[in-house]
């Protein structure tokens, strides 16, 4: 069990431990606008901390943590319950109750120890200690304190619900709790962002019912399918899915990457977790792809990579990201085809004409950033030190490498990535001039067979190098070709032999290097991990090209994992063989939730259902699900503005109600 909690709401999430506190000293804290508004939440009745007894987690932004404080003096057993109800987005809201079980009144001193080092998030997620802001203040108020540092521009006002003595770094209530009797108090934590104060979301004075988060997740699940199937794995998996991605919806529509670091918009992340959602909803891809292209590269900047049509990376908010207060960083070599991909899979799903038809130009120009820097292959080369080494998924430093071990001298064109631009031509060409980009799909479709297929290994590499070499580690992403079908249907069935193989797939899922490589590390990020998201899309890859049951056993090995994970998947696990270990062995930093981990099971389902949009007559059906997910029903399928409903037992059907 982890000793910490976390709670996730937008683009704000605190960690704490199972007590409720928040010590100072590691990652713990209350962030939002990447910074720790609090690093110190320390509650303490008569002078002594609270014992955890339980942590009841109600929603992805709210937990209840139920505890009890020291016996009363002379007594054996405590009689004084502790519940904080803790709500988290836009800061804090907690409401701190103490109830007394004997039938004596008990009065105690409650004091709360409140701090801040108003540290930006990348000091607290890196590896060395976190810089001391020297300015950090603390000011007493008429209800509570204000702490800020002028020097970040942050700060954050505590306000108590109810008298109390104030001190720096302390509040403090006198209490008379009366017998079988409680006392309670609501804290608010407000950001202060550039000397604007923010409310918190869920405001002390308004309740919880009618705060925003709360009516958007209401909304989410509501407006999600009912699944029904006789295995509760399967049941709960999808349901967590459900959740964490109502969770990581970010308040302009789009979604956050994942908990706890990635808590804002990423492209490539945030592209293919609302990829994989469609058959659940089509908002979050809509929605994604809005606010990506708001942020759309427009000028020419090293620092932040940013090019005339370039999708981000990522957006930050903190001080000391690259392009300083709410800066966007454009390394990514994937997010721009990833974009005219989704735009084009999203128009398969029948989202709104004028909503696809408006997003157009902004596709448009991510295809000329495309065209103008393919030759033919589209590859990537940092512009200055500041920025990531390796720009495709596998970002990590060492995340391309070859056979041997030896990493791939940029610039670096990823297998994966050709696969990406390909089938962001033939998305393009549903949109018009179809002739034009079906010519430049298939022309690069041909280059790319003959340059990275290694026929004396019988897989792809994994990417050419800055010398034109290619980069021969045996790796994943030649997964992803077969999903954007830019393979050749005449070498599928060895690199489906390949990602089945005793080298590659574990039995719990396909690692993203093969054990027998240089570089090979089943505890590492990249080189020998299992990623949920990678597998999915494999998955769907493996049925494109008629590897049904290879698709199925993946998907299957997969789904087991989840169960060991409580039904969430995790951003990453070890890529340890299941002969080995029984169970999937925890990677030990991974994000949960995460979105396009959370995203994964949807398709999964999808791939098993063999679930195809925009047939002929409407969506299409031709199921290979296994016996125990059978029957397997949903309810409220949202497809093109209708609500199906998908029936699979011994017959299959999909019909609109």
């Given at each position: 069990?982890?000793t910490?909690?976390t709670?996730?709401?937008?683009?704000?999430?605190?960690?704490?431990?199972r007590?409720?506190?928040?010590?100072?000293?590691?990652?713990?804290?209350?962030y939002?606008?990447?910074?720790?508004?609090?690093?110190?939440?320390?509650?303490?009745?008569?002078?002594?901390?609270?014992?955890?007894?339980?942590?009841?987690?109600?929603?992805?932004?709210?937990?209840?943590?139920?505890?009890?404080?020291?016996?009363?003096?002379?007594?054996?057993?405590?009689?004084?319950?502790?519940?904080?109800d803790?709500?988290v987005?836009?800061?804090?809201?907690?409401?701190?109750?103490?109830?007394?079980?004997?039938?004596?009144?008990?009065?105690?001193?409650?004091?709360?120890?409140?701090?801040s080092?108003?540290?930006?998030?990348?000091?607290?997620k890196?590896?060395?200690?976190?810089?001391?802001?020297?300015?950090?203040?603390?000011?007493?108020t008429?209800?509570?304190?204000?702490?800020s540092?002028?020097?970040?521009?942050?700060?954050?006002?505590?306000?108590?619900g109810?008298p109390?003595?104030?001190?720096?770094?302390?509040?403090?209530?006198?209490?008379?709790?009366?017998?079988?009797?409680?006392?309670?108090?609501?804290?608010?934590?407000?950001?202060?962002?550039?000397g604007?104060?923010?409310?918190a979301?869920?405001?002390?004075?308004?309740?919880?019912e009618e705060?925003?988060?709360?009516?958007?997740?209401?909304d989410?699940?509501?407006?999600?399918?009912?699944?029904?199937?006789?295995?509760?794995?399967?049941?709960?998996?999808l349901?967590?899915?459900?959740d964490?991605?109502?969770?990581?919806?970010?308040?302009?529509?789009?979604?956050?990457?994942?908990?706890?670091?990635?808590?804002?918009?990423?492209?490539r992340?945030?592209?293919?977790?609302?990829?994989?959602?469609?058959?659940f909803?089509?908002?979050?891809?809509?929605?994604?792809?809005?606010?990506?292209?708001?942020?759309?590269?427009?000028?020419?900047?090293?620092?932040?990579?940013?090019?005339?049509?370039k999708?981000?990376?990522?957006?930050?908010?903190?001080?000391?990201?690259?392009?300083?207060?709410?800066?966007?960083?454009?390394?990514?070599?994937?997010?721009?085809?990833?974009?005219?991909?989704?735009?084009g899979?999203l128009?398969?799903?029948?989202?709104?004409?004028?909503?696809?038809r408006?997003?157009?130009p902004?596709?448009?120009?991510a295809?000329?950033?495309?065209t103008?820097?393919?030759?033919?292959?589209l590859?990537?080369?940092?512009?200055?030190?500041?920025?990531?080494?390796?720009?495709?998924?596998?970002?990590?430093?060492?995340?391309?490498n070859?056979?041997?071990?030896?990493?791939?001298?940029p610039p670096?064109?990823?297998?994966?990535?050709?696969?990406?631009?390909?089938?962001?031509y033939?998305?393009r060409?549903?949109?018009g001039?179809?002739?034009?980009?079906?010519?430049?799909?298939?022309?690069?479709?041909?280059?790319?067979?003959?340059?990275?297929?290694?026929?004396?290994?019988?897989y792809?590499?994994?990417?050419l190098?800055?010398?034109?070499?290619?980069?021969?580690?045996l790796?994943s992403?030649?997964?992803?070709?077969?999903?954007?079908?830019?393979a050749?249907p005449?070498y599928?069935?060895?690199?489906a032999?390949?990602?089945?193989?005793?080298e590659?797939f574990?039995?719990?899922?396909?690692?993203?290097?093969?054990?027998?490589?240089?570089?090979?590390?089943p505890?590492?990020?990249?080189?020998?991990?299992?990623?949920?998201?990678?597998?999915?899309?494999?998955?769907?890859?493996?049925?494109?090209?008629?590897?049904?049951?290879?698709?199925?056993?993946?998907?299957?090995?997969l789904?087991?994992?989840?169960?060991?994970?409580?039904?969430?998947?995790?951003?990453?696990?070890c890529?340890?063989?299941r002969?080995?270990?029984?169970?999937?062995?925890?990677?030990?930093t991974?994000?949960?939730?995460?979105?396009?981990?959370?995203a994964?099971?949807?398709?999964?389902?999808?791939a098993l259902?063999?679930?195809?949009?925009?047939g002929?007559?409407g969506?299409?059906?031709?199921?290979?699900?296994?016996?125990?997910?059978?029957?397997?029903?949903?309810?409220?399928?949202?497809?093109?503005?209708?609500r199906?409903?998908?029936?699979?037992?011994?017959?299959?059907?999909?019909?609109?109600?």
């Open positions: 069990m982890s910490l909690v709670l996730v709401e937008g683009d704000s999430f605190a960690v704490s431990t007590n409720g506190d928040i010590v100072p000293g590691d990652a713990q804290g209350v939002h606008a990447d910074t720790r508004l609090i690093s110190r939440w320390e509650l303490r009745v008569d002078e002594a901390p609270v014992e955890a007894l339980e942590v009841v987690a109600a929603a992805p932004y709210h937990a209840t943590f139920v505890g009890r404080a020291r016996p009363r003096p002379g007594a054996a057993e405590s009689t004084l319950l502790v519940v904080r803790r709500y987005g836009g800061g804090l809201r907690e409401d701190l109750t103490l109830r007394n079980l004997s039938e004596e009144p008990a009065g105690c001193i409650v004091g709360l120890h409140v701090g080092d108003m540290a930006d998030l990348f000091e607290v890196g590896s060395g200690p976190v810089t001391h802001v020297a300015d950090v203040e603390s000011a007493i008429p209800d509570g304190l204000m702490i540092a002028a020097s970040r521009g942050r700060g954050s006002r505590v306000v108590a109810g109390a003595l104030a001190a720096p770094g302390l509040i403090t209530f006198r209490v008379v709790v009366p017998p079988r009797g409680q006392w309670s108090v609501v804290l608010q934590v407000n950001p202060i962002i550039e604007e104060e923010r409310g979301w869920f405001a002390a004075h308004q309740p919880v705060a925003e988060p709360y009516r958007r997740r209401a989410w699940q509501r407006d999600s399918p009912v699944i029904s199937t006789p295995s509760r794995a399967l049941a709960r998996t349901g967590r899915s459900r964490d991605l109502g969770a990581l919806l970010l308040r302009d529509g789009a979604i956050a990457a994942g908990a706890p670091w990635f808590m804002t918009l990423f492209g992340d945030s592209l293919l977790a609302s990829w994989m959602a469609l058959p909803d089509q908002s979050l891809a809509l929605g994604t792809l809005r606010r990506l292209a708001e942020l759309q590269g427009v000028r020419d900047d090293p620092l932040t990579e940013e090019e005339p049509g999708i981000l990376h990522e957006l930050r908010h903190g001080v000391l990201s690259l392009g300083g207060n709410a800066g966007a960083y454009y390394g990514s070599v994937d997010a721009t085809p990833l974009f005219v991909m989704l735009l899979e128009r398969r799903w029948g989202a709104p004409e004028e909503a696809v408006e997003l157009l902004a596709a448009d120009r295809l000329e950033w495309i103008t820097h393919a030759r033919p292959f590859s990537y080369r940092r512009r200055t030190d500041q920025g990531l080494a390796n720009q495709g998924w596998k970002d990590s430093f060492d995340g391309v070859h056979a041997d071990g030896t990493l791939a001298r670096i064109a990823l297998a994966e990535v050709q696969g990406y631009v390909y089938a962001a033939r998305a060409a549903a949109f001039e179809a002739e034009v980009w079906e010519r430049r799909a298939e022309e690069l479709r041909e280059a790319f067979n003959k340059h990275f297929w290694l026929p004396d290994r019988g792809y590499a994994m990417a190098d800055g010398s034109g070499r290619p980069v021969d580690g790796g992403n030649m997964g992803h070709c077969l999903w954007t079908g830019i050749d005449r599928a069935p060895q690199v032999a390949h990602l089945l193989g005793p590659m574990t039995g719990f899922g396909v690692r993203t290097l093969a054990s027998s490589m240089g570089a090979y590390n505890m590492s990020y990249h080189n020998g991990s299992i990623w949920p998201h990678d597998n999915a899309l494999i998955v769907a890859g493996l049925m494109r090209y008629g590897f049904a049951d290879e698709a199925v056993r993946l998907a299957t090995g789904l087991e994992a989840a169960e060991f994970f409580d039904g969430r998947l995790p951003e990453l696990f890529g340890f063989d002969t080995e270990f029984a169970v999937p062995v925890p990677y030990p991974s994000c949960s939730p995460q979105a396009w981990a959370a994964a099971p949807i398709q999964l389902l999808r259902l063999r679930l195809e949009p925009d002929a007559d969506p299409e059906l031709d199921p290979v699900l296994p016996e125990p997910y059978r029957p397997l029903r949903i309810s409220g399928l949202p497809v093109g503005g209708r199906m409903a998908v029936d699979v037992g011994e017959k299959a059907e999909i019909r609109q109600i």
